[in-house]
């Protein structure tokens, strides 16, 4: 299983929301790149790296710095936040993003999902962020009345590489990761998961690995790792001891 360090950015700074607030951030360093070779360095093998402006916008803001951090480091990249046409997700691809995820769209038109993962096959992950279950959109401002589980269905079915599931209400809480949705996302779809929302400290870590069977890959940390509740190097040790499982 992977630990993936995010990084949140929003006008231009290195921050994490509470529960997906725009009102209720911290901004954790002003410059992205250096907490994404700071992360790098300790071990990471992979980053989530969100444009919130973006998912808030409906369109990329922060480009330039996603730029920066993709022709600097060395290790695989999955983008979100503002992704909603083809040619945003051929321009990021293009610049070296590993994979890109989209959330929005993904929801108003599950067919460019399909027509994404057609033309980069293995390269469109899908972001289900949830309240209580169902899916929350346009940067977690709008509730639908869709289930998680059956947005990931859904999404398996239209070629999505995988899912990288969210609860919102945790997110960024550090209250600990909604085990029994995630389990039951992973149970309900043959593609990878990956977890979000809520991770504290090595004890959440240790709680999400036997997810690992049911087909959960990865778990996004954000602001523990960032307040140092988490030591990111301590967790990535502990899971290469464990079983080391990348992503396919």
Same mark, same amino acid.
């Given at each position: ?15 994490? $929301? ?14 992205? $790149?250096?907490? &994404? ?14 444009? $919130? ?15 920066? @951090? ?12 503002? %992704? ?16 890109? %995820?989209?959330?929005? #769209? &993904?929801?108003?038109? +599950?067919?460019?999902?399909?027509? &994404? ?17 169902? /899916? ?12 998680? @589980?059956?947005? =990931? ?14 609860? #919102? ?16 996302? =992973?149970?309900?779809?043959?593609? +990878? ?16 690995? !036997? ?8 778990? @996004? ?14 967790? $990535?040790? *502990? /899971?290469?001891? *464990?079983?080391?499982? +990348?992503? !396919?």
């Amino acid at each position: 299983m992977l630990i993936i360090p995010a990084i949140d950015i929003k006008d231009g700074q290195c921050v994490r $929301l509470f529960q997906g607030k725009a009102d209720k951030v911290t901004v954790f360093d002003e410059n992205p $790149l250096l907490m &994404a070779r700071k992360w790098r360095d300790i071990g990471a093998k992979l980053l989530h790296v969100v444009d $919130l402006d973006g998912a808030f916008n409906g369109i990329p803001v922060n480009s330039k710095i996603i730029r920066n @951090i993709i022709s600097d480091i060395d290790i695989p990249v999955q983008l979100g936040g503002g %992704i909603r046409d083809m040619q945003t997700i051929e321009n990021y691809l293009a610049l070296g993003i590993n994979r890109v %995820i989209l959330g929005t #769209i &993904a929801v108003k038109d +599950p067919g460019f999902v399909l027509q &994404a993962a057609e033309r980069f096959p293995g390269r469109i992950m899908v972001g289900i962020d949830a309240v209580k279950g169902m /899916v929350a959109i346009k940067g977690w401002t709008e509730i639908t009345d869709i289930s998680a @589980i059956e947005m =990931a269905l859904k999404m398996e079915n239209k070629g999505a590489a995988g899912i990288i599931y969210t609860d #919102i209400e945790r997110d960024g809480a550090e209250t600990g990761p909604n085990i029994a949705a995630t389990r039951d996302i =992973a149970d309900a779809v043959n593609i +990878p998961v990956i977890a979000s929302g809520g991770v504290s400290d090595l004890k959440d870590i240790k709680n999400i690995l !036997p997810l690992e069977k049911h087909g959960v890959k990865g778990i @996004i940390t954000g602001r523990a790792i960032y307040t140092g509740s988490l030591d990111l190097k301590q967790a $990535l040790d *502990f /899971v290469s001891n *464990f079983h080391d499982s +990348p992503l !396919p």
